[in-house]
């Protein structure tokens, strides 16, 4: 099946944009196993890779303050102590529950935490090579914002 030049285009612009192979092939209609060989077209572009770190170079910045300043809330909220029984118990009660459950939250501030440190310690340069899948780090945006940042894509 051969895909028509408008929708390679329409793919390579939501690339750009959106910086994930599979959400860019979502957007245009085509399989995630074609957008990711359109991907590796679009690598082998030097105008395509020279307006993918223009685009970044306006947005890395303003998301390493963003997630500079989600760890430093993040860490407050981890240096806060822990509830007590009584404390829980008094929740309980407040909102007129019968039973109630509650799970320490601190575990998942710190793996945030962790990952922030981790994305802004070893930055990454867009080559268009794959590399070895790790933990993704998602940072989902308000529909009327700025394209969602990079996940899994080179930067």
């Not at 612009?13 to 209609?29: D, F, N, Q």
Request: net charge negative.
């Amino acid at each position: 099946m051969t895909i028509p030049d408008d929708v390679r285009q329409q793919f390579r612009e939501e690339y750009l944009v959106r910086g994930i192979a599979s959400h860019a092939a979502k957007a245009v209609g085509i399989a995630t196993s074609t957008g990711s060989k359109f991907a590796g077209e679009c690598w082998k572009d030097p105008e395509f890779v020279k307006t993918w770190h223009e685009l970044r170079a306006i947005d890395l910045p303003e998301l390493r303050n963003i997630v500079v300043e989600t760890a430093r809330s993040i860490s407050a909220r981890i240096q806060e102590p822990d509830k007590t029984p009584e404390e829980l118990a008094q929740i309980a009660v407040d909102a007129g529950l019968k039973s109630f459950s509650y799970q320490n939250p601190k575990p998942q501030y710190f793996r945030g935490l962790v990952g922030a440190y981790d994305t802004l310690s070893k930055p990454r340069e867009a080559t268009g090579e794959l590399r070895d899948a790790g933990p993704a780090v998602v940072i989902n945006m308000p529909p009327d914002s700025e394209p969602e940042a990079p996940d899994g894509a080179p930067v």
